[in-house]
Structures are given as structure tokens and as C-alpha cells.
């Protein structure tokens, strides 16, 4: 039977949330989410290392299973949901997104720095060519005028994407940036526009429905809150709101709070709070898969994250410059360790 939907959701948790859990999913996991999900009506699931396809490296995390697994596992179980595979040009390339197609995966998302889509106009076709739903991924939208991000929206459409997301990567973005952003692109843009939120200053929710109300028709969550950082709008929640609004998603509630409870809450490694290293993260405008990162770098040198998170957001660092943060720790802490001579 197909469902009635006013927007599409995304659910992210098998994705973002493998930074929450450093890159440990087993497929037995992936296979009683993703059935879970399928049955609840979910009509997308993201599946991948949470830095994309071929993410599982010394510099992001090695993963627990190859990802390719992963999708194998998440197409077997789903029955209508499509499962999404997220990939970044220079990190994944067109052999994994090719693999990932040939088991099954119907949408790539193609992510760049917000400043950097002209990195991305092979993926897109390449995900085009392989008949793929391909969505444009601009991350840490926060750090770009809104001038700025309509140019790279319009490049990535001018790509051949389907859709183009603005990514509230640091969950930095209070409501009215976003809905000012969405707003933009749906003026300029002629395709659907979508947004991906953190919950780091505990705004995902607000900013999810300011994007829809500003017109987003594809939104992403995480169930339980499992993401990156304070993880992302949680689903189950959001699934709930929306239905107060009137506002139909072809999900179950009662189905998606049992998985919550009965399936995801066991797998979070500690239950998703915004901590003072999450909260920070948001305040400084901090890639939000750098959490664990920082927090093993705190504790190899005796600082605090803080600290690390601070300079990290002076400097404006972004994803890829993984390497840095462990720069960054050794700097202050050569710097205290002087001042206490
Ligand atoms: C490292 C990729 C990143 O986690 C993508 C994403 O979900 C975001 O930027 O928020
Ligand atoms: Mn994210």
C-alpha cells in the first residue's frame, strides 16, 4: 500500500550514528534497524562509515564491519524504504559508489564544505548514470552567507542533483539562519531542498521545523538521538510533532518508539546528551563528528576538550582536517605545561 507523505524523511542513525559509536556496527545490527525501520514506513535509510563511503581509515575511525556489508545487510531487510548512501569526493570515490549501487543502494549523497561544491560534479553524474536519487550535501552551512550557499546550491543543481540539502553539520544554526537559508534556495533553486540538523544547542527540533516551514520537503533524523555530537532531530520525536502539525510522513509512531527503546537504545555506547563537549561544539561551530576525536586527544595530553574545541573553531577548521585536532592538543598543552614551569 503506499503511503501518504507531505515530506520524506531520512533516517541517519545507521550513518551519522557510527560516529557516535565509533564506526562499530555489526550487521546484525544493521539488519534489525534497517527491518525496523522498513516497517515503520520510513521511506530512506542512510547506510555507510559515518564520514561515507570508504571513511574507515587511521584518519576517521576504522569500522568495525566493511560498510559494503552494511548495505548488503540494510537492502536484504527492507521490503520499500530505499537505503542512501552518503559520500565524500575525496574520501569515497566512484568505485565504492559504483559497489554500493550494485547492492542496492538508490540514493547517493554527495557531500562537500559549503564553500566546495565544485568538487562534486563527477559524483553527481556518476550517481546519475547509475540511476540514483542524488542529493547535494552542503555541510557546516553555518560558516557561509546565504549568498554563498544559493551560488553552491545552484551549482550542485546544475550538476544534475535531484535535490540539495543544507547541513547544519556544527549544529550551529539557530532558526531564523535556517529558515532564511531554505528560504533562499527555495527561491532560486527548482528542485526540493532538505535539511540535516544537530542537536548541540538543543535547536535541531526548532530548526527542522523552521526549514519546513521556510518549505524543506526532505528532512533528516536520527532515532534516539544517534548521531554525531548530540546526535540529530530525533526522529521518533519529530515523526511525533509532525503528526500534532497535521503534517503526514507515511511513518508509525508507536512502531518507531518500540525500535527506539527496544533496539537503539541498547546499541548507544552513553545515552545521547548535549555534555559540555557537545554543547561547545555548537557554541564554537565545531564539525560535530570531531567529538570522539577531541575527547581521546584531551585525555592523551591532560587538557580539556574545551579548550581544544575553542581553537578548533578560531581557526575554522572543517572536515578532513581531522589531523589537526591532535595539532591543536599538543600546542596547548605544550603552551600550559610552559606557563607552569
Ligand atoms: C563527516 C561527514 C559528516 O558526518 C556528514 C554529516 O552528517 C554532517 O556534516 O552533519
Ligand atoms: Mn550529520
Do not use: W
Not at 550494485?102 to 561544491?117: C, F, Q, S, W, Y
Not at 557537545?278 to 575527547?295: C, Q
Not at 581544544?308 to 573553531?313: A, K
Amino acid at each position: 500500500m503506499s503511503k501518504t507523505r507531505d515530506l520524506y524523511i531520512t533516517e541517519v542513525a545507521l550513518r551519522d550514528g557510527s560516529h557516535a559509536i565509533a564506526h562499530q556496527y555489526t550487521v546484525d545490527q544493521v539488519l534489525s534497524v534497517a527491518k525496523a525501520l522498513d516497517e515503520a514506513g520510513v521511506p530512506y535509510i542512510e547506510v555507510a562509515h559515518g564520514d561515507g563511503l570508504a571513511g574507515s581509515s587511521l584518519q576517521y575511525g576504522f569500522s568495525r564491519t566493511d560498510e559494503m556489508k552494511l548495505i548488503e545487510a540494510a537492502v536484504s531487510v527492507c521490503s520499500q524504504a530505499k537505503i542512501a548512501v552518503l559520500l565524500l569526493p575525496g574520501i569515497g570515490t566512484l568505485k565504492e559508489l559504483k559497489e554500493a549501487a550494485a547492492l542496492g543502494a538508490k540514493m547517493a549523497r554527495v557531500a562537500t564544505h559549503v564553500t566546495e561544491a565544485d568538487v562534486s560534479p563527477q559524483h553527481i553524474s556518476m550517481a546519475k548514470e547509475l540511476g540514483m536519487e542524488t542529493v547535494g550535501f552542503l555541510m557546516m552551512a553555518h560558516m557561509a552567507p546565504v549568498e554563498k550557499l544559493v551560488e553552491q546550491a545552484k551549482l550542485m543543481e546544475s550538476y544534475g542533483a535531484d535535490i540539495v540539502y543544507v547541513v547544519d553539520s556544527a549544529g550551529a544554526l539557530l532558526p531564523y539562519e535556517v529558515k532564511e537559508r531554505i528560504h533562499a534556495l527555495k527561491q532560486h533553486l527548482g528542485v526540493e531542498i532538505g535539511f540535516h540538523g544537530h542537536n548541540n544547542l538543543s535547536l535541531a527540533m526548532a530548526n527542522t521545523l523552521a526549514a519546513i516551514e521556510a518549505g524543506a520537503t526532505r528532512i533528516d533524523g536520527s532515532i534516539r538521538c544517534l548521531g554525531a555530537g548530540a546526535g540529530n532531530t530525533q526522529t521518533e520525536v519529530l515523526i511525533a510533532v509532525l503528526e500534532r502539525m497535521g503534517i503526514q510522513t507515511g511513518i508509525d509512531l508507536y512502531q518507531m518508539m518500540d525500535l527506539a527503546e527496544d533496539i537503539v537504545a541498547p546499541i548507544l555506547q552513553a545515552p545521547q546528551e548535549i555534555t559540555r563537549d557537545s554543547l561547545t561544539m555548537g557554541y564554537a561551530g565545531i564539525y560535530s563528528s570531531f567529538l570522539l576525536h577531541a575527547k581521546r586527544a584531551a585525555e592523551r595530553f591532560g587538557i580539556d576538550s574545551r579548550d581544544i574545541l575553542l581553537e578548533l573553531g578560531r581557526r575554522k577548521v572543517v572536515g578532513g582536517q581531522e589531523d589537526m585536532i591532535v595539532d591543536v592538543a599538543a600546542e596547548i598543552a605544550s603552551k600550559t605545561e610552559i606557563a607552569t614551569r
